[in-house]
T-cell receptor
Framework: GAVVSQHPSWVICKSGTSVKIECRSL??????MFWYRQFPKQSLMLMAT?????????EQGVEKDKFLINHASLTLSTLTVTSAHPEDSSFYIC?????????????FGPGTRLTVT | SQQGEEDPQALSIQEGENATMNCSYK?????LQWYRQNSGRGLVHLIL?????REKHSGRLRVTLDTSKKSSSLLITASRAADTASYFC??????????????FGQGTRLTINP
């Protein structure tokens, strides 16, 4: 149980285009979902926290107009990278917190590798 | 911002040896977790230790937590080649504003040589 999926697993796009990444909790309802980005050989950096039905809370330094997050249901959150640039190339990982979860309990998706050319 | 620091940044040992990784953090926490990440893959949750716990075991894993020193260690005993991965500690930031958010350490890249 507690499986989180991401789609696509990898994507290549041209500079200036937008890319949408989906995060789904497959067998549980997630009150909160989190989006992280990870550069090669570095740690995960939290980008934003999203709660179903409300606006996402972005971490300091993360452009909310560039990284659009929509948490439409208790099992789906999407991250749209708008007007992508090569510096947006990264590994994006989502996680989901079940409604019954302990403090800090999160389940992670397998990640999406974005390459902007 | 990064909460914690991990050391060593990289560790290379022979199969069968024990591997110890350390994590330090800055603020008060509710719990601390350890994750494993294989290259280019997602995170696998290993173990969670609460702030009122001092030691926890899971199979070949042993985690300690010293809240007075704001540090934790992960010990992997009898290492195997399959243990080769990056290991991250993560803390929830604690408090009202930071509740539920995980802050990751910089990670330790572990290589097990056959």
């Amino acid at each position: 149980g507690a499986v989180v999926s991401q789609h696509p697993s990898w994507v290549i796009c041209k500079s200036g285009t937008s890319v949408k990444i989906e995060c789904r909790s497959l067998d549980f309802q997630a009150t909160t979902m989190f989006w992280y980005r990870q550069f090669p050989k570095q740690s995960l950096m939290l980008m934003a926290t999203s709660n179903e039905g409300s606006k996402a809370t972005y971490e300091q330094g993360v452009e909310k107009d560039k990284f659009l997050i929509n948490h439409a249901s208790l099992t789906l959150s999407t991250l749209t990278v708008t007007s992508a640039h090569p510096e947006d190339s990264s590994f994006y990982i989502c996680s989901a917190r079940p409604y019954w979860g302990l403090i800090g309990e999160q389940y992670f998706g397998p990640g999406t590798r974005l390459t902007v050319t | 911002s990064q909460q914690g620091e991990e050391d060593p940044q990289a560790l290379s040992i022979q199969e069968g040896e024990n591997a110890t990784m350390n994590c330090s953090y800055k603020t008060s926490i509710n719990n601390l977790q350890w994750y494993r990440q294989n290259s280019g893959r997602g995170l696998v949750h290993l173990i969670l230790i609460r702030s009122n716990e001092r030691e926890k075991h899971s199979g070949r894993l042993r985690v300690t937590l010293d809240t007075s020193k704001k540090s934790s260690s992960l010990l992997i005993t009898a290492s195997r080649a399959a243990d080769t991965a990056s290991y991250f500690c993560a803390t929830d930031a604690g408090g009202i504003q930071g509740a539920q958010k995980l802050v990751f350490g910089q990670g330790t890249r572990l290589t097990i040589n056959p």
